[in-house]
């Protein structure tokens, strides 16, 4: 899906410029908008895949608490190494008859739609995408009003769920303790007067800023949403870009001094210091790539075509390789650094062969040269590459 699509029917620009960091938007859409993206049948199989499944990346949550892991996890051997905590799927089972909230984290990588969905968030929107899976039923409440310390693009899928979003908002929370840690008493207090209570039906999407107030409600039947969390550049992402930086320069090294006058001259001289850095023309360019790179790798595969083309297709490294005929030898030689090699006669005809062309195929040496062993063409491109004559495509 375009970014367009997924935004529809406000469409992308109207959004980036109306909505994104600055209200709440409830889009509503047809039943079967999300269908390709996350449904029961795709859910099952992932779920049922439990080698991949930890408990810090499938906990249970009910009645607003955390099921503890030693709950419905067992330990087994992980797949680096070690032991973890695997989520035993009986017991997992039967929390969720009960009405406990399942959450599957970091789900984005895991089918070729959530990552096409989310490679088209992160080229629209500049930040890096991470969903989580959000399972619930029964009427049963799984988290207490809260914000979050990202964008969300609530994306509901199946069943219904009733979300309450509040008019307050905490300004610009990020992922750290002194945000994470904040009491119960303080979110109830900070969350403001009612802003709307919006039912989320399969299609729909809720986009609520950073730090928005909110809590999410399902119905009596199982019900599932994906909360795409979108993180941006920050100023701490300069500043830990400066200290990087800083750590060529001998003044942010040095000791501190232990007078108190001495001490606030060196403040002073290295805030001095941090300011020319951050006007340096580098920064501003170092910057502007760190933010236009922010987005993660999402990579599909193309096999077996992708070893087939790497293996049959073949392109000449330089253009200027010729054969000279030197005291009864051939030689390929580079023109343009006179460097040369001396050729074997039992290849000489295949090299003439390569070097006439700027690529080739596979097919197309076996079809110039059918007398010639499968394995001995084999041999001759592999030499090539090791000479850095040819390279695969």
């Not at 950073?210 to 399902?218: D, E, F, K, M, V």
């Amino acid at each position: 899906m375009t970014f367009d699509e997924i935004m529809a029917p406000l469409g992308g620009a109207r959004f980036l410029e109306e909505h994104l960091g600055r209200a709440p938007l409830h889009l509503e859409g047809p039943p079967d908008k999300w269908a390709a993206v996350m449904n029961w049948e795709v859910l099952n199989r992932l779920l049922g895949a439990s080698t991949i499944w930890a408990h810090s990346s499938l906990p249970l949550v009910l009645d607003k608490e955390p099921v503890p892991a030693a709950a419905y996890c067992a330990p087994a051997p992980g797949r680096d190494g070690g032991t973890v905590l695997r989520p035993d799927p009986a017991k997992v089972k039967a929390f969720l008859k009960r009405g406990a909230t399942l959450v599957a984290n970091d789900i984005d990588q895991l089918t070729p739609e959530l990552r096409a969905f989310c490679r088209a968030m992160e080229e629209a929107l500049g930040g890096k995408v991470q969903a989580n899976l959000y399972l619930s039923s029964k009427r049963r409440q799984g988290f207490a009003v809260h914000f979050d310390t990202h964008d969300v693009f609530a994306v509901h899928c199946m069943g219904e769920k009733t979300w309450a979003v509040f008019e307050g908002r905490a300004e610009d929370p990020i992922a750290h303790p002194m945000f994470k840690s904040l009491p119960l008493e303080h979110h109830e207090k900070a969350k403001g007067k009612l802003w709307k209570e919006v039912r989320l039906k399969p299609g729909d999407l809720l986009y609520l800023p950073r730090g928005q107030y909110h809590y999410a409600l399902a119905d009596d039947g199982p019900c599932c949403h994906i909360a795409f969390g979108v993180t941006y550049p920050i100023g701490l992402d300069v500043v830990s870009y400066l200290f990087e930086r800083m750590v060529a320069e001998p003044l942010a090294r040095a000791n501190l001094p232990r007078d108190p006058g001495a001490l606030a001259r060196r403040l002073a001289a290295l805030g001095d210091r941090l300011a020319a850095v951050t006007a340096d023309p580098k920064t501003l360019a170092d910057i502007q790539a760190f933010a236009a790179g922010f987005r993660y790798a999402r990579e599909d595969y193309d096999l077996p075509g992708l070893i087939e083309r790497a293996e049959s297709r073949w392109r000449r490294r330089h253009d200027d390789f010729k054969l000279i005929e030197r005291a009864g030898k051939t030689l390929l030689v580079r023109t343009s650094t006179r460097e040369g090699v001396e050729v074997p006669p039992a290849i000489k005809d295949l090299l003439s062969w390569v070097v006439d062309r700027e690529g080739f195929e596979r097919a197309e040496l076996e079809r110039a040269f059918p007398s010639r062993p499968a394995a001995q063409l084999d041999g001759f491109l592999a030499q090539l590459e090791k000479m850095r004559v040819i390279a695969p495509l």
